[in-house]
């Protein structure tokens, strides 16, 4: 299965599509829903209205969102050449990364900014090689302040756009205020359209959703065996980025460091905001999706890969059919 993406081909996307299809089964009986709160933030206004479709057409735009982010972050991974060949391995490792956990498996506001954060991934990785530096950085401090008051969760990414800055350009006071001004362009606008209409105290109180909680998952056993495994193949991941890195070029090695920090602090930003557990973990599938495309491609033998993948699927069909049976 896994050695069928493992080539940069066409077909490939079909594939895709029949994994993403086959693996979320479930979705005739337990169909994708629209999983949306007020505290997600100002996407919450934009896909509130999406609330009215009908419950059969929800999972087939859950799986369009799902492919094409798939295959948009494949596609800036091999256009970096962040692995030793083309193939589909990320887009494949997205795909069955997302399914991972019920919560997952409908359209919410993480699966929505999943998207933002591929694009400002994209742009950040672009920064090394970059001719026009000025442009790119307000544009990524736009990218990441808009994602920010979109969904709050996503907050973290300032401290991404940081590192990043700090590992690919040289310091230069006035790069570092353009990004500065990029981020703090969308408040500027949001907080003058509050202040017109005495509702600045608004942006206020959206402070107090920074709190430190503790997540007790409903089924604590299979959260556990979920996390402890997956972990072990991103894990896996890791290590063989580690032990090849001596045969990189200064960009890529540079460029997983980025997905690394990126994928720490998403991980942990759950334990920190209010409402953010499960959804907000999502978004850590993004960086993930890379070291578990890196452990199917990274094995000579294609034994490895089928594991790791069918391992993956087990736990999709565990955690998924488990909630649709009890």
């Known amino acids: 299965m896994v050695s069928f993406f493992k080539e940069k081909s066409t077909s490939?996307?079909?594939?895709?599509?029949?994994?993403?299809?086959?693996?979320?089964?479930?979705?005739?009986?337990?169909p994708a829903i629209i999983d949306i709160h007020p505290t997600d933030g100002l996407i919450y206004y934009v896909l509130q209205p999406l609330q009215s479709l009908p419950s059969g057409v929800v999972p087939?735009?859950?799986?369009?969102?799902?492919?094409?982010?798939?295959l948009r972050l494949?596609?800036?991974?091999?256009?970096?050449?962040?692995?030793?060949?083309?193939?589909?391995?990320t887009a494949l490792a997205y795909v069955v990364l997302t399914a991972l956990l019920p919560a997952w498996n409908n359209i919410t506001a993480a699966l929505v900014i999943n998207s933002m954060i591929i694009w400002l991934l994209y742009?950040?990785?672009?920064?090394?090689?970059?001719?026009?530096?000025?442009?790119?950085?307000?544009?990524?401090?736009?990218?990441?302040?808009?994602?920010?008051?979109?969904?709050?969760?996503?907050?973290?990414?300032?401290?991404?756009?940081?590192?990043?800055?700090?590992?690919?350009?040289?310091?230069?006071?006035?790069?570092w205020l353009i990004v500065i001004f990029g981020v703090f362009t969308p408040l500027y606008f949001l907080a003058a359209g509050l202040f017109l209409n005495n509702n600045l105290h608004l942006l206020v109180q959206q402070s107090?959703?920074?709190?430190?909680?503790?997540?007790?998952?409903?089924?604590?056993?299979?959260?556990?065996?979920?996390?402890?495994?997956?972990?072990?193949?991103?894990?896996?991941?890791?290590?063989?980025?580690?032990?090849?890195?001596?045969?990189?070029?200064?960009?890529?090695?540079k460029n997983w460091s980025v997905l690394f920090i990126l994928f720490l602090l998403l991980s942990v930003q759950v334990f920190f905001i209010q409402n953010a557990w499960p959804n907000a973990l999502m978004l850590a599938t993004v960086p993930a999706a890379a070291f578990v495309g890196n452990t199917f491609i990274a094995p000579k033998r294609n034994i490895w890969s089928a594991i790791i993948f069918w391992l993956l699927v087990l736990l999709v069909s565990y955690n998924n059919w488990l909630s649709i049976l009890f």
């Open 123 to 175: 742009r950040l990785i672009k920064l090394y090689t970059t001719q026009q530096p000025k442009t790119l950085l307000f544009n990524i401090g736009l990218i990441t302040g808009s994602t920010v008051l979109l969904y709050y969760p996503s907050c973290v990414m300032v401290l991404v756009v940081i590192f990043a800055v700090a590992i690919f350009r040289p310091f230069r006071l006035n790069e």
């Open 208 to 253: 107090a959703i920074f709190t430190l909680n503790i997540i007790r998952p409903a089924n604590l056993a299979g959260t556990i065996a979920t996390f402890s495994i997956s972990g072990f193949i991103i894990a896996a991941g890791v290590y063989l980025w580690q032990k090849n890195s001596n045969r990189m070029i200064i960009q890529v090695r």
């Open 60 to 70: 087939f735009i859950y799986n369009i969102i799902i492919i094409i982010q798939a």
């Open 12 to 30: 490939a996307v079909f594939g895709l599509v029949i994994v993403s299809t086959v693996i979320r089964a479930f979705f005739w009986q337990h």
């Open 74 to 89: 494949n596609y800036a991974l091999n256009d970096v050449r962040m692995f030793n060949r083309q193939s589909f391995t």
